[in-house]
């Protein structure tokens, strides 16, 4: 019996993945599913309206792209185009401004996140640079990248904590 060859399933394409693919966190999980599930977590902490941090982002995004708008305005009064030039250069200069904006608050806490996750899933990373600490002995107590100690979830990943009984 000829069985069908079986298709290898390719992670979903995400904006996520896109945005912060230059990390090198993000090649520090087990799997693409880790992976996945941990972006779709840190999109959804992240896209709540209830937190300080989801205004503060629009407040910035307002702030550039009315910035954005105001200086093309200013440099596009130094030449003579014709009309729907210089209105095409500022509306151009409106999405750059937002793309720019959006990638940089994307990017700014996404290490720190990715780190927690990837600790939460067992993968031992120093906090402070992103180092891979798997493999390495405890007792060293630091990070060999950047020298920071290890935190207790690292500790407790790489096994070498030992719990006193009070």
């Not at 090649?27 to 941990?38: I, N």
């Not at 806490?109 to 640079?129: F, I, N, Y």
């Amino acid at each position: 019996m000829n069985e069908p060859p079986t298709k290898r399933r390719r992670p979903k394409r995400n904006l996520l993945n896109f945005t912060l693919a230059g990390l090198p966190e993000m090649r520090h999980f087990d799997s693409p599913e880790d992976r996945q599930a941990a972006l779709w977590e840190i999109s959804d902490e992240a896209g709540r309206p209830t937190r300080g941090g989801f205004w503060l982002a629009v407040l910035a995004i307002l702030v550039a792209v009315i910035s954005a708008r105001f200086l093309a305005g200013w440099l596009l009064s130094y030449v003579s185009w014709p009309t729907l030039v210089e209105e095409t250069l500022q509306l151009a200069s409106l999405f750059i401004a937002f793309g720019l904006v959006i990638r940089w608050l994307h990017r700014s806490g996404a290490a720190t996140e990715l780190r927690q996750k990837l600790l939460a899933r067992g993968v031992p990373v120093c906090m402070k640079c992103g180092y891979l600490l798997r493999g390495l002995d405890n007792t060293i107590g630091r990070c060999p990248e950047c020298g920071r100690e290890f935190d207790e979830d690292v500790r407790r990943i790489l096994g070498g904590v030992q719990r006193n009984a009070e």
